[in-house]
């Protein structure tokens, strides 16, 4: 069993739990912080938290939630078919995104820049911060995963000082400025915890089936819902744009010709359409078989390569994940199909604008109020906060944990009585 793969350290918590009544049902400790990540309140949000294309915009569109249950079930599958323990990986898929605020990676951009006094902002660094101190489990330490729960969904360990330069541009054209990171100073303490034993800044094997499947699955799947909203069209790419944007926002020294004969490949796919989408059940059963089909290619080719490179066991730091180049050229060219069509169309860039406005002036209002404004545990956060950086991380942290709607609403609140 892979159960027996993970050792004590592997399953410790910070806070040493007593010992569940005998007529609980059984569960093994990773079973345990599956069902927590479950139960979450930051679950639950992410139903109303953008994805792509808003929450409100469309019935078919995924939201945060429905990617992360994507997500969750190819980390599972490709979990299961290297060796590791299912559950650890599942719960990482789940948790992976409970730290991004309104509006997606645009709010993120606005809380990066406002939060820079109290040590910027990242939707990844947020995700351990509410599985191990915001949200409401155990005192001290939010959830109390276990370590290697924990560490699984950790995209990117390390602090915000080892972080590398953030390089392309925003869907504006403005240079990127948010740079990748997975713990605020404030959490080093847990976060060493967690590392204890780690190899540098490499992920444990759970962390890159997690980070994996959220590449495969947002690749795939943003494309579809593209595809079914209009934007865009298979048979007709424009690939010296998409092209251009691939470079932007993906892969800098990535040259036309892989890139050509990376789509050429694509296209060799059986279910890959031969003609335009016309939203007839046919056409839908088409690219649903299409994005089954792609998953399959891209989890498949992974599986075979770590195999081939390695014997394992694939668990923790035990071994790696290998992703043979052809797929990430695969997966990119998707990512950039889905973001020149949809991500960089003027209709919603300027609505990023108007968001990200909207977000900046939430922040000024809730850290001029103050705690009277805030949700009674932020308020309580706000009252035993030592100095300004540490309120302004309270108002962060409040702000983020809003849904879309939320934040609108709040908002509109709080200018009204201001």
Not at 310 to 315: L, T
Not at 389 to 402: K, N, P
Request: hydrophobic share 40%; net charge negative.
């Amino acid at each position: 069993m892979t159960e027996d793969l993970y050792d004590d350290a592997a399953r410790e918590r910070l806070v040493e739990e007593p010992p569940k009544r005998v007529d609980a049902p059984v569960r093994t400790p990773f079973e345990r912080d599956r069902a927590r990540v479950v139960h979450a309140a930051a679950s639950r949000r992410l139903a109303a938290k953008t994805q792509v294309h808003g929450p409100q915009t469309d019935d078919f569109v995924r939201n945060r939630l429905t990617h992360s249950l994507e997500v969750a079930q190819i980390a599972r599958d490709l979990s299961r078919a290297i060796g590791c323990q299912p559950d650890i990986a599942e719960t990482a898929a789940l948790a992976h995104d409970l730290g991004h605020p309104p509006f997606g990676h645009n709010g993120e951009r606005v809380l990066a820049e406002l939060g820079e006094a109290c040590g910027g902002f990242e939707g990844n660094a947020q995700t351990l911060r509410l599985l191990t101190r915001l949200e409401a489990k155990t005192e001290g330490a939010g959830l109390n995963l276990t370590r290697a729960t924990l560490d699984a969904c950790t995209k990117y360990p390390w602090p915000r000082a080892a972080a590398e330069e953030p390089r392309g541009v925003h869907a504006d054209g403005s240079p990127r400025f948010v740079v990748k990171f997975g713990v605020y100073d404030d959490d080093r303490p847990v976060f060493d915890w967690m590392r204890r034993g780690a190899d540098g800044t490499r992920q444990c094997l759970e962390a890159q089936v997690m980070d994996l499947a959220d590449d495969v699955a947002y690749s795939v799947h943003d494309v579809e819902d593209g595809v079914v909203a209009g934007r865009i069209e298979l048979t007709a790419i424009d690939e010296a744009a998409v092209w251009q944007t691939v470079r932007d926002w993906y892969l800098p020294d990535a040259d036309d010709g892989a890139l050509d004969k990376t789509l050429a490949e694509l296209r060799t796919v059986g279910s890959w359409p031969g003609a335009a989408y016309d939203g007839s059940r046919r056409s839908l059963a088409a690219l649903k078989n299409l994005t089954s089909d792609l998953i399959g290619r891209f989890c498949g080719a992974v599986q075979h390569a770590t195999f081939a490179e390695s014997a394992g066991p694939f668990v923790r730091y035990a071994g790696d994940l290998v992703v043979p180049e052809e797929t990430r050229l695969e997966i990119a060219v998707l990512k950039g199909i889905a973001a020149h069509y949809v991500m960089r169309a003027d209709d919603r860039v300027a609505l990023m604008e108007r968001q990200r406005e909207l977000l900046a002036e939430l922040v000024a209002l809730l850290a001029h109020r103050g705690p009277d404004a805030m949700e009674r545990q932020f308020a309580d956060d706000w009252a035993a906060a030592a100095d300004d950086a540490a309120r302004l991380r309270v108002v962060i942290d409040q702000v983020a944990s809003l849904t879309d709607q939320s934040a609108v609403a709040w908002h509109a609140a709080l200018r009204g009585r201001a």
